[in-house]
Each structure stands twice: as structure tokens, then as C-alpha cells.
């Protein structure tokens, strides 16, 4: 069984700044791809960011240059750095992950999310 729980998030103000991280444990035996989601009420969830195990990251359009993703092994946790938050960046933050257990299945996980609030 794998977990991924997340943490970080809050209420900011529209222009400023906040970090999430996401933690993976259990029977991990590699980790291939870590991202993140969000959905905000009364929408579909949306890709936001993801980065490889190699460090290859990508970016929704939304996002790109305000957003950096970023992945530590030792701890198998994802961070995303958001700057200059906007009211429209509202939204409940879910990780997901790519992740290949030690029985060798390979599956993706997701995280319970974390709610994110950008007042104006």
C-alpha cells in the first residue's frame, strides 16, 4: 500500500505566496512521476504541474512561470512553490503520483488534497 498525504496549504492574499508539499510512504519501490491537481468548485479537476523522477517538469499554461515543481528522492516528497497567487488559482490541491510498489505493480495514487484560498 502506498499513501500520499499532503500539507500546506492555507488563505492568502491575491500577489502573494505559498508552498504545498506532498510526503510519499509505504511500499514504495520507485517513484516515477509525482504532480499535482487542483479542482476548484464547480469544475473538473486539472492538471497544474508534474516533474519525473529525473526532474523533468511540466506546467498547465495557467500556471506556467508562477508555479515551480519540484521533487526531493530522500524523502520521496513533491513541493509546488506558487507565487503570485491569484483568486482564480482557488482550488482544493490534489497530489497524485506514478509509483512502481515492491511487489513491481505499477499504479497511480492520490493524495486526500489540501485547500487552497486566494482572497482578492
Known amino acids: 500500500q502506498v499513501w500520499l498525504v499532503e500539507s500546506g496549504g492555507g488563505l492568502v492574499q491575491a500577489g502573494e505566496s505559498l508552498s504545498i508539499s506532498c510526503a510519499a510512504s509505504?511500499?514504495?519501490?520507485?517513484?516515477?512521476?509525482m504532480g499535482w491537481n487542483r479542482q476548484a468548485p464547480g469544475k473538473q479537476r486539472e492538471p497544474v504541474a508534474g516533474i519525473t523522477s529525473g526532474g523533468s517538469a511540466n506546467y498547465a499554461d495557467s500556471v506556467k512561470g508562477r508555479f515551480t515543481v519540484s521533487i526531493d528522492h530522500e524523502k520521496n516528497t513533491v513541493y509546488l512553490q506558487m507565487n503570485s497567487l491569484k483568486p482564480e488559482d482557488t482550488a482544493v490541491y490534489y497530489c497524485?503520483?506514478?509509483?512502481?510498489?515492491?511487489?513491481?505493480?505499477?499504479?497511480?495514487?492520490w493524495g486526500r488534497g489540501t485547500q487552497v484560498t486566494v482572497s482578492s
Open positions: 509505504g511500499s514504495i519501490h520507485r517513484i516515477n512521476v
Open positions: 497524485n503520483a506514478d509509483i512502481t510498489t515492491t511487489s513491481r505493480s505499477t499504479s497511480v495514487f
